[in-house]
């Protein structure tokens, strides 16, 4: 059983991964990439692109 620390801690990297891909989904619209690739090379769903 993992301990709250642990938990803590994967919780604030799994956001922090997220935020990553989110930082590099923008800057590839910005681009012009198209939402498709940018879910393929990212793992974001076509919903979360379109919000950005």
């Avoid at 891909?21 to 939402?35: P, Q």
Wanted: with cysteine.
């Amino acid at each position: 059983m993992e301990c709250g620390y642990s938990l803590r801690r994967k919780k604030a990297k799994e956001e922090g991964n997220l935020e990553e891909k989110l930082e590099i989904a923008l800057k590839m619209k910005a681009k012009g990439t198209t939402k498709e690739d940018i879910a393929e090379l990212t793992g974001l769903s076509i919903d979360e692109i379109e919000k950005l």
